[in-house]
């Protein structure tokens, strides 16, 4: 998660750094949860989303299995606010938008280092 996270808060810097967009920046926060899906929201207009597979594994023979969350294999669906508030782009990607507030500003917490 820490290597993604770092990942995404370089290139955004890096935007900026070769003047691509005038400025920009980006926060880490984290919540105590599992996460099961990847979203990401571009400027409140764009949603991508897609769900985590899950795939057991056994470590070097252990009689005890470990269910892996694949984020790298999650497909992406894009969802595009348009001039509808009601289509259903529209609301989902002004849902993700609520979601992502609640969860920002109750219980995700900065992320240290």
């Known amino acids: 998660m820490e290597r993604h996270a770092l990942a995404i808060v370089d290139s955004v810097h890096e935007l900026a750094e070769l003047g691509l967009v005038t400025s920009a920046t980006a926060q880490i926060r ?14 409140g207009q764009q949603a991508f989303f897609g769900y985590y597979p899950v795939r057991e594994h056994k470590l070097d023979g252990e009689a005890t299995a470990i269910w892996d969350l694949m984020g790298k294999d999650a497909t992406l669906f894009q969802h595009a606010h348009d001039n509808d508030p009601d289509s259903n782009d529209s609301q989902f990607v002004q849902q993700s938008q609520l979601w992502f507030d609640s969860i920002w500003t109750s219980v995700a917490r900065d992320y240290r280092l």
Request: proline share 14%; glycine share 0%; aromatic share 22%.
């Open 30 to 43: 984290s919540y105590p949860a599992v996460p099961l899906f990847k979203l990401y929201i571009l400027n």
